[in-house]
């Protein structure tokens, strides 16, 4: 089992890579997909029972690497932060708990008799 990392070196592994995913390159999510298909000629032969339709066609939506770099230094920096918060000690609260509000009384009267 590894050893416990301390909070510093938690936050600076944190840091680094929010720096690295300040330097990523340009952004594009997608994919390439086959197709294929009927036209709207209704003599066409890809009408016809049994005869190949139109096709393959490429679609292709661009997916560059940086995209996947992106995907995976999130998922490290979601994973880091979530241990920076166990070890970070919480908060007080600011106000003491005699100087927080009370809730104020309802200002409804009650029915007549």
């Known amino acids: 089992m590894p050893s416990p990392k301390s909070l510093e070196s938690l936050e600076q592994q944190r840091a680094d890579i929010a720096k690295q995913i300040a330097a990523l390159g340009d952004l594009r999510g997608g994919s390439i997909t086959s197709t294929t298909g009927r036209c709207g000629k209704p003599n066409c032969h890809c009408h016809q029972p049994k005869d190949p339709r139109h096709g393959p066609n490429l ?8 995209f996947r770099r992106l995907q995976s230094l999130h998922k490290e920096f979601v994973e880091v932060n979530a241990q920076v918060c166990q070890l970070r000690p919480p908060e007080p609260d ?20």
Do not use: F, G, N, W
């Open 94 to 113: 600011a106000m003491a708990p005699e100087e927080k509000k009370r809730p104020k009384p309802s200002k409804r009267r009650s029915p007549a008799k």
């Open 59 to 66: 679609r292709l939506t661009y997916k560059v690497d940086e």
